[in-house]
């Protein structure tokens, strides 16, 4: 089997981090996003990945060089301007020759979901389409889905008005697509798959669903990044990965606590780090304090950091008091 995993969006919520690297090539517990996804998919059975491409696309040919990742043979599919969710969907799987049952992902959640169990549900109800829902406690930023007891779906509203439905169910953006559904998306077009596509298919009666109460994560806010990382190294997950990167020098007169280093990454003398994630290659000078902070570049000795995203060419000065800070902030810049 196939799957489409949709990597075009511009990840403006993590910037600064994300002017640097594309967020699904961002780490989690220091294996990449889109690595964590493939290993899910090849472990259900996929063996090629199709990466539905716009933004940026070379970092992720050089992220992959032998045109693998994680065993899943890798197919490039870049857009020549951004078509939206479906009309990327439609790009990508013609691109690739798709024309049978395929998967598709959004590249920027994270789950535990048996996968191999969303594609036998969607074989048994004989649906064109079968989409992954989790519970939230807030639907507003997600698309929302009434479904009825026998997993059809007979409502989706993407980002709701407050009232506009009960439902606390949402997509969780994972689908399990027939070919037939290319048909419904006209080629080259820009065309929202959760707007267009996904009612469409409800009012064919076609659309069935899947709710399930695994550990799901929507990685794309500083805040979830952080906890997609925590939840990692801390036992929350079935998995479980180190928390301090390959290469990565660690003072031992530092404290690192319930928080993720990075390859290659330096924490020097008495530095303290809670709850936070020093990226790849960032330098923390001696006796600096982290908190709940995402750290990509140099953060020179005695700052003290809490909530903070600190970018990849960022140097934070010595002795700096930082709360809920981007440096460099996105909002000056391009
Ligand atoms: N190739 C390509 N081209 N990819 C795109 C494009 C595009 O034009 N636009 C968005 N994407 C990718 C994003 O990179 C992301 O992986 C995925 O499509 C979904 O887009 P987002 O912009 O992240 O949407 P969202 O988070 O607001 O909502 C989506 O995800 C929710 C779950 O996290 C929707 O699918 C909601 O219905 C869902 O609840
Ligand atoms: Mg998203």
Redesign the pocket.
Same mark, same amino acid.
């Given at each position: 089997m196939q799957a489409v995993i949709?990597?075009?969006?511009f990840g403006t919520r993590l910037r600064p981090l994300t002017f640097a690297t594309p967020k699904p090539l961002l780490p989690i517990a220091n294996v990449r996003q889109l690595e964590h996804l493939i290993a899910a998919l090849g472990s259900a059975g996929v063996t090629r990945a199709v990466l539905?491409?716009?933004f940026k696309p070379e970092p992720f040919f050089q992220a992959f060089p032998d045109g693998t990742c994680a065993g899943v043979d890798l197919h490039y599919a870049v =857009?020549p301007e951004?078509?939206?969710?479906a +009309?990327?969907v439609g790009f990508a799987a013609r691109d690739a020759g798709i024309d049978s049952t395929f998967i598709v992902m959004? +590249?920027?959640?994270l789950s535990d979901l048996d996968l191999a169990a969303l594609v036998a549900f969607h074989r048994a109800r004989g649906a064109e389409g079968t989409l992954h829902l989790t519970p939230v406690e807030d639907p507003t930023?997600? +698309?929302v889905v009434e479904a009825d007891a026998d997993g059809w779906v007979r409502r989706f509203v993407?980002k709701p008005q407050p009232g506009e439905t009960e439902s606390r169910v949402?997509?969780?953006?994972t689908y399990v697509l027939e070919p037939s559904v290319l048909d419904r998306i006209a080629p080259m077009q820009r065309v929202s798959i =959760?707007r267009v596509v996904f009612p469409a298919m409800v009012a064919d009666g076609c659309l069935a669903a899947l709710a399930t109460d695994d550990y799901w994560i929507?990685t794309?806010r500083p805040d979830t990044y952080l906890k997609a990382n925590l939840d990692l190294v801390d036992g929350t997950r079935s998995l479980i990965l180190s928390s301090v990167g390959a290469n990565a020098r660690v003072s031992a007169t530092a404290s690192v606590t319930h928080s993720v280093i990075g390859e290659g990454a330096t924490v020097d003398d008495g530095s303290v780090i809670i709850d936070s994630v020093v990226l790849p290659g960032a330098r923390v000078g001696s006796s600096v304090r982290l908190e709940r902070s995402l750290v990509m570049g140099t953060v020179g000795a005695g700052a003290s950091l809490t909530d903070c995203v600190i970018g990849v060419d960022a140097v934070v000065a010595p002795g700096s008091q930082l709360v809920a800070a981007r440096v460099p902030d996105p909002a000056t810049m391009g």
């Open positions: 949709l990597v075009g969006g539905a491409l716009g =857009e951004p078509l939206d969710t +009309g990327a959004n +590249g920027d959640i930023q997600y +698309g993407e949402i997509n969780a953006g =959760e929507d794309g």
